[in-house]
């Protein structure tokens, strides 16, 4: 069974930074597609930030350049690294994995953490 757990959640002021964890169990970590995406208050799951198994990476243009996403296989975990936080960054980030490269995507992604609250104060 495959776990998904988040971690690195918090109270930030803007222009602050934020870097998340996420473990995930399972032999194949090597092999995921690694998302993260986020959810504000009454607004639908948006897609943050993907990695591939060959670390080619994914941004959408309201995080880019803000943003990093990377992976260490060695310790099943990826992380998001998040720069220059802004009020509008706040949401529940969640973290997901898939077997499939199609990473703006929900419906793609297999597993999902339960995922952890960012807040970026004014």
């Known amino acids: 069974q495959v776990q998904v757990v988040e971690s690195g959640g918090g109270l930030v002021q803007a222009g602050g930074s934020l870097r998340l964890s996420c473990v995930v169990s399972?032999?194949?970590?090597?092999?995921?597609?690694l998302g993260w995406f986020r959810q504000a208050p009454g607004k639908e799951r948006e897609f943050v930030a993907a990695?591939?198994?060959?670390?080619?990476?994914s941004y959408p243009d309201s995080v880019k350049g803000r943003f990093t996403i990377s992976r260490d296989n060695a310790k099943s975990t990826v992380y998001l690294q998040m720069n220059s936080l802004r009020p509008e960054d706040t949401a529940v980030y969640y973290c997901?994995?898939?077997?499939?490269?199609?990473?703006?995507?929900?419906?793609?992604?297999?597993?999902w953490g339960q995922g952890t609250q960012v807040t970026v104060s004014s």
């Open positions: 997901a994995a898939a077997y499939r490269w199609d990473p703006r995507s929900p419906a793609a992604y297999d597993y």
């Open positions: 990695i591939s198994w060959l670390t080619s990476t």
């Open positions: 399972g032999r194949t970590f090597s092999s995921y597609v």
